[in-house]
């Protein structure tokens, strides 16, 4: 099994940037594709990035496509989630996740096993 434990989340303006950390330990980090997610009170959890084994392969959803950036670090066992001009809008309960799905990417909640415990991210106007 792997942990996760996300960083990183705070209170920032509108137009401002944000970086998410998410840590793992327990099993090989680079076993796992890895993703983030957002979820707001009262909806679904979203789909906001995945990156591959390696980090040569990244999908992001058309939401955040532009202004978010994954990344990751397998010697530092580290996931990020770069946020450049946050809105209002992006104000929601982080998560990272890690899937043991073959494929490259897991772009669905299904997809994966494993949940940090979430950050909170929240964009004053």
């Known amino acids: 099994q792997v942990q996760l434990v996300e960083s990183g989340g705070g209170l920032v303006q509108a137009g401002d940037s944000l970086r998410l950390s998410c840590t793992a330990s327990?099993?090989?980090?680079?076993?796992?594709?890895m993703g983030w997610f957002r979820q707001t009170p009262g909806k679904e959890r979203e789909f906001l990035a995945t990156?591959?084994?390696?980090?040569?392969?990244?999908k992001y959803a058309d939401s955040v496509k532009g202004r978010f950036t994954i990344s990751r670090d397998n010697v530092q066992n580290t996931v990020y989630l770069q946020m450049n001009s946050l809105k209002p809008e992006d104000t929601a309960v982080y998560y990272c996740?890690?899937?043991?799905?073959?494929?490259?990417?897991?772009?669905?909640?299904?997809?994966?096993?494993?949940w940090g415990q979430g950050t909170q991210v929240t964009v004053s106007s």
């Open positions: 327990g099993r090989t980090f680079s076993d796992y594709v």
């Open positions: 990156i591959s084994r390696g980090g040569g392969r990244i």
């Open positions: 996740a890690a899937s043991t799905r073959s494929d490259y990417y897991a772009y669905v909640l299904s997809d994966y096993g494993y």
